[in-house]
């Protein structure tokens, strides 16, 4: 049987948004883990105890910077790539945070989660992808499907910091190793998103 075009189109449309979502839940179960843990890293490793939450302000200021800058740079080359790149920076952020704990050092710590933060921003563009990929009278659902996926990394990440923390010595380091294999598995789920160039 022939698959009219109109139902060709809504099955690669929901197939995007289908992937946009579980890459919107990666992305919240990777900061969900990350403030999680980074408060209890920070205070494992501050000079000051009321340094101890300056990782997680990092973090926020890291995604506040690169907002703009991403939204810019998906404007010029497309949301996948840009979505991608952005996915890499925290491959990237997640990789210093281990090596921070790893020697010891609570400054390497505060530059890897400013460093995440990029991933962050970038994250939030994902809702916007869904609205590109869908038709007119879609778009609405296919951002509330993607914000839902979302839900899954409220649960998932609080779960993962809990059962990595103490999984790799020094402590910490297998949390942030974890948030390595999320990012992953997020540049795996993109390869398979269609976005269309900006016009």
């Not at 890459?23 to 009321?50: E, F």
């Not at 499907?145 to 990595?164: D, E, H």
């Not at 999984?167 to 993109?190: C, D």
Request: net charge positive.
């Amino acid at each position: 049987m022939t698959l009219l075009p109109d139902t060709v189109y809504m099955n690669s449309t929901r197939r995007n948004v289908g992937l946009l979502a579980a890459c919107q839940a990666l992305l919240l179960t990777n900061n969900a883990t990350l403030i999680a843990i980074n408060g209890l890293a920070g205070l494992a490793l501050a000079p000051r105890a009321a340094l101890a939450t300056l990782p997680v302000t990092a973090w926020v200021v890291g995604g506040a910077l690169a907002t703009m800058p991403a939204s810019l740079h998906m404007k010029r080359v497309g949301r996948q790539r840009g979505l991608t790149l952005g996915t890499l920076w925290g491959v990237v952020g997640a990789l210093i945070c281990a090596s921070a704990v790893w020697v010891q050092s609570f400054w390497v710590l505060c530059f890897g989660a400013l460093v995440f933060g990029v991933y962050n921003a970038y994250g939030q563009y994902y809702r916007f992808a869904a609205a590109d990929v869908a038709s007119a009278d879609y778009k609405g659902t296919a951002i509330s499907l993607v914000l839902a996926g979302g839900l899954v990394g409220g649960i998932l990440g609080p779960t993962t910091s809990r059962f990595t923390v103490d999984l790799v010595e020094p402590r910490f380091t297998g949390a942030y190793l974890a948030l390595i294999g999320f990012a992953l598995a997020t540049l795996a789920l993109l390869r398979f998103v269609r976005i269309p160039m900006p016009s």
